[in-house]
């Protein structure tokens, strides 16, 4: 039987030589990774369960939310979080965001199943796992059981070709998609990315584009691992040998197939209030703003970092706009301190901020009413980063450093 990349994972999780689109099949989990967030309701069905013990090889706790805690209640959840992981021997991870966490401490694998209480745990699909999001109650019988039912997903297909111009990245790829397809084309499926120019991106650009497949309603984003997978964990000390690479079927089905390229593509903003509402970056151009945003789960990596310093060499943040660049983890930024970035950025006038959610779920960097920010990071609802009658747009490093220069909405090829 021929199979996706996805059902080939979730058919070795099953114990079965085959799975099939929307089969209910039980699967080991290999990785549990529970947040602050959620670890009120994750302790609250261990005790209703009256479960004693639970996995702990198989489980981790990350703060990442509320990494400086600026509420009392954040306080609390914070403390709970190391207390349970004190009582329980359980790993606890701090100094970045999940994911970032999860490949610099060695807990990623190609080919295993990842569960966590994040909706944009697909990120983690970039190394060619199963990596999806679930609710902190089944979450917990995950780690008490090692094992959970899934439903087969179907499979939507994108092949990127082409080469990407200058200014022009993943995340406009993404952006591109979302454009044309919308934000529930991929609802309950796998998002299997996979084409000549994915297999020519590092590993950050590829964790940009399983990062967004959340947005497209997928239940995981997926690339497969190969040898750029293999070089980037063994800076993290996991060995290739420890991992498993599975491809796709040629012939295997899917339920539908996009060919995206790359060539023709152009920077794209997403306008609020949906990251959906994607326009060229031309038809925001002049668009008055008063922060910028470069961090998150998908766009707070090293290549992102880097393109952003490009730019804002030399040059300041527009007075009357702040720029706030994070960093995704403590490593991170001492890499982009060792490359000079971080100089780079505050010499320009942004502010660097340490390795968590940060603006992005509105932790930091609250808007005002009728301000206006532009983020790389992967939402624009309404009210995510204070008030509701703010206005969010989505761009990529290159364009809100372009913009944050600039003070407007400035496509960065303006800089080429």
Known sequence: MLMTLTEKILAHAAGKRAVRQGEIVTCKVDLICIDEIQIPFFINTLERMGAQEILKDRTVLVIDHHSAPTSLDQAKANQMVRDFSRSKGIALLEGGIK???????????????????????????????????????????????????????????????????????????????????????????????????VQQLGMDGRVTLCNMSTEMGAKNGIVAADAVTDEFLGRWGVKAANSTKYSADPGAAYSESLVVDASDLEPLVAFPHSPGNVRPVSTAKGIRINQGFIGSC???????????????????????TRLIITPASRKLY???????????????????????????????????????????????????????????????????????????????????
């Open 99 to 197: 994911d970032q966490l999860l490949w610099e401490n060695g807990y990623i694998r190609p080919g295993t199943v990842l569960v966590g209480t994040d909706s944009h745990m697909p990120t983690c699909g970039a190394f060619g796992m199963f990596a999806a999001a679930f609710g902190p109650s089944d979450a917990a019988i995950m780690a008490v059981t090692g094992e959970y039912w899934f439903k087969v997903p179907a499979t939507t297909r994108i092949e990127v070709v082409g080469t990407l111009r200058p200014y022009v990245t993943p995340k406009d790829i993404g952006l591109y998609i979302l454009g044309k397809k919308g934000v529930t084309f991929a609802t309950y499926q796998a998002v299997e990315f996979c084409g000549p120019t």
């Open 298 to 320: 998908g766009n707070g990596n090293i290549e992102d970092l880097r393109i952003a310093a490009s730019l804002l060499k030399g040059r300041s943040v527009q007075g009357g």
């Open 334 to 416: 001492l890499q982009a301190l060792s490359e000079g970035l971080i100089e780079t950025f505050l010499s320009a006038g942004a502010m660097v901020s340490g390795g968590s959610c940060s603006v992005c779920a509105g932790f930091e960097g609250c808007l005002a009413p009728q301000e206006t920010c532009i983020t790389a990071s992967p939402r624009n609802f309404q009210g995510r980063m204070g008030s509701p009658e703010a206005s969010i747009y989505l761009g990529s490093p290159a364009t809100v450093a372009a913009s944050c220069i600039q003070g407007t909405i400035t496509d960065p090829r303006a800089f080429a």
